[in-house]
């Protein structure tokens, strides 16, 4: 079943009752099921939720963000207790060798050039390197192809003249919002496969939390980019409002294909965290990574 997303940007307050999540607010009063949602997002300081309610989403493993001044999401709560055999997928994944971790990190890379040489083409209508750029990306991507390929990538996305930064101009609001979202989705499933997200496989400062969701969510980076593109090619706004968000936010529920089914891409998600999980304990070789394109 898909998992609900919820974007509340405007005064409520969000209480419980016989295991529904219970919505007051000025213009209506509703109640949803906890068991369907997958995602909530708290947009506005004066947003009320109990603890009780709190523990019940986590509980759930229903990820809940938070957003800061700026509307960008600022930090979120995960289950810690998600999956049955917790403990002992810690410990392979701590224990991972380094060459696993540089084969990941090579699959990881391949998959995410390749996502971005697609989608590319599909917006310059036009042949591209991408698929040459992929078959050049060693074990650990010692070469730093992902580098080389973001350069020509970010260089023609956009009609405009574009720089790709974290505080950069529009449209990197728009990115930053998807990714942030992407991030939550991932770290998600990461979470509900038993894994540990401090625990990345490139990724690695001592102050990220959430170390293995970035490295994860790198091949999936494209479907926000796609929307982005869509968005600027449609609104003239350039600051995030509600609609903008809601739109970033459909992404979740946006179809990826794997070879003999197809998906939402936070059920994806989750195939992916647990092909991953395999891979830490010795039962596959490589991460179920989806299509992002049929």
């Known amino acids: 079943m898909i998992k609900k997303t919820l974007l509340f940007s405007n005064k409520c307050s969000l209480t419980t009752k ?38 019940l989403l986590i509980a759930n493993n229903t990820s809940v963000i938070i957003c800061n001044k700026t509307h960008l999401p600022n930090g979120m709560f995960l289950n810690l207790n998600s999956h049955h055999i917790q403990q002992e997928i810690f410990k392979h994944q701590v224990e991972a060798s380094l060459p696993l ?24 209508q036009s042949k591209n390197k991408f698929e040459f750029l992929a078959s050049k990306v060693l074990s650990g991507d010692t070469s730093n192809m992902e580098a080389v390929a973001a350069n020509f990538y970010w ?21 930053n919002y998807g990714y ?5 989705a991932t770290a998600r499933a990461l979470s509900g496969s038993g894994l540990l997200n401090t625990l990345g496989i490139h990724h690695k400062s001592k102050y990220n939390a959430f170390a293995l969701a970035d490295d994860i969510m790198e091949p999936f980076r494209p479907i926000i980019d796609e929307a982005v593109h869509t968005i600027t090619q449609h609104y003239d706004e350039e ?19 794997f070879k ?6 936070m059920v994806a998600l989750q195939k992916t965290a647990s092909s991953l999980q395999q891979c830490y304990v010795g039962k596959r070789k490589k991460i179920k990574y989806p299509k992002l394109w049929n």
């Open 101 to 124: 971790k540089k084969q990941l990190w090579q699959q990881t890379v391949i998959e995410k050039i390749k996502n971005q040489g697609i989608l590319l083409e599909k917006i310059t």
């Open 155 to 175: 260089k023609s996305f956009f009609e405009i003249n574009f720089k790709r930064e974290r505080f950069g101009n529009y449209p990197n609001n728009f990115l």
């Open 18 to 55: 016989h295991e529904q999540l219970v919505i007051k607010s000025e213009t209506r009063d509703t109640t949803i099921p906890i068991e369907d949602i997958g995602f909530i997002v708290i947009d506005n300081p004066e947003i009320y939720i109990s603890i009780t309610t709190l523990n």
């Open 239 to 257: 600051d995030l409002n509600t609609e903008i968000k809601s739109i970033l936010l459909q992404t979740l529920t946006r179809t990826v294909y």
């Open 260 to 265: 003999d089914e197809k998906s939402p891409l």
């Open 180 to 184: 942030a979202i992407l991030r939550a």
